[in-house]
């Protein structure tokens, strides 16, 4: 208890050093996850000199921190935007997955002289693309909602048959006919868990009546993380649960959903933030001096080997343009999930495992860099980004603090003096406007001569100026009437 005050102070203060680092990686053009490797380097032992060198906890709270990421992932694609790339996506995250381990295994065979077995584990954490690198890089960089959907559709699915492929790997499972219908038990287990965990979640959110608004955010994640336990209970693949659990939640109709993207948002930064600090402490800067070599090796052979191959026999049956090959095989960005995954044959005590460790976060720290920085100019390059492209935007963040705006929503209960009123009598400030209400679960963009009802929900978009009167007089109105100035009513 004596130490709590300092280990709070500590990890607060690390956080707000970490949020500040997005600023900075903004006007670096980097992805920002670097600079919390960065930080969790300077934190350990060749820095502040934390050790830090549990395989098994790193592990854990990586898989942890990987179910988080995977649920604001999850929660936070629209599925207008992935359905066009259903086929690709789907391809991407397994058949891509299988050849990328294959031809990463023997080239590196060959290489480094690593053994068949190290040589296909090194392929296996390499073979996955990161969630948190390809959604914090990838939505801002304007390709088409076919292009980026296969990608951000790949980043979310191929972490499972990845660590399929490692566990299975380092584990030593015998390989007999039985192991290509185990894994395919624990794919088809998995989705079909996250799809009945995440329609159970949206009817029961949809008529839930919980006492505060702060709840369903919680509830929605919660519901996300249960489909993550109950696929590993039943020897499926949890990870790939949890993510099509988030996005059947995200895709439905959830009460106070802009509440739940923003809540699993914060909590997706969290767990990035925590995840790769903690990474960032695990690993060793001398040790990591040695493993530049094979990294970089490791790093080459799939960056331009397999993943480019992989990428093309995966898409031959969706007849992908050559343009959109080139692109898929350079977002293929890399992140906290190979390092994490590399924990696991530590873990396990295989011999090497700790070179692997190493190499794969030079990797992770050289293909982010190469990567991260240039995929926006490579999409130009290719004729695949239009500043016409609308990007994904969160209407309740930046975009209304650049307009000095608000969104108020209003509830029209029963009693209210609102019930009658025609818009046009509101007579709202100028900078504020009724833009939108929601009646019988369906919504219309009103006009003048639009009549209130009861239990209607009002959208109303106004100037930081104009707010407080706007709220001063929808009270007013709400109290008197449409009359409520004559009625001596200020809604004060």
Known sequence: MDNLPIILGAGAGVLLLAVLAVRVSIRLGLPSLLLYLGIGVLLGESGLGIEFEDATLTQALGLAALVMILIEGGLTTR????????????????????????????????????????????????????????????????????????????????????????????????VDWTLPLL??????????????????????????????????????????????????????SGLLATYVAG?????????????????????????????????GLFASPERLLHAIVPGLVAGAVVLLLARPIAVLLSTLPFKVPWREQLFLSWAGLRGAVPIVLATIPLAEGLPGAQRLVDAVFVVVVVLTLLQGATLSPVARMLGLSAESEPREIQVDSAPLDELSAVLLQVRIQNGSQLHGVYLRELRLPDGATVSLIVRDGKSFTPGPDSRLQRRDQLLVVTTEEARSVAERRLRAVDRAGRLARWRGESGR
């Open 247 to 279: 996005v059947v939640l995200g895709n439905s109709r959830l009460p106070h959903r802009s509440d739940t993207l923003s809540f699993a948002e914060g909590l997706g930064w969290l767990a990035q933030i925590g995840l790769f600090v903690l990474l």
């Open 79 to 174: 599925w207008s935007m992935v359905k066009p790339a259903l086929g690709p996506g789907i391809a991407l995250s397994t058949v891509a997955v299988g050849v990328s381990i294959a031809i990463t295994g023997v080239a590196l065979h060959y290489l480094l002289g690593l053994d068949w077995r190290a040589a296909l584990l090194w392929g296996g954490v390499l073979a996955s693309t990161d969630a948190a690198a390809v959604f914090s890089v990838l939505r801002g960089v304007g390709v088409s909602k076919r292009l980026a959907g296969a990608v951000e559709l790949e980043s979310g699915l191929n972490d499972a048959p990845a660590y399929i492929a490692v566990v299975v790997i380092a584990t030593g499972v015998t």
């Open 183 to 236: 894994v395919v038990y624990q794919l088809v287990a998995g989705a079909l868990t996250g799809l009945v965990f995440g329609w159970v979640g949206s009817r029961a959110l949809r008529k839930a009546a919980l006492p505060a608004t702060g709840l369903y955010p919680l509830a929605t994640v919660a519901m996300c993380v249960v489909a993550y336990s109950s696929g590993q209970l039943i020897g499926a």
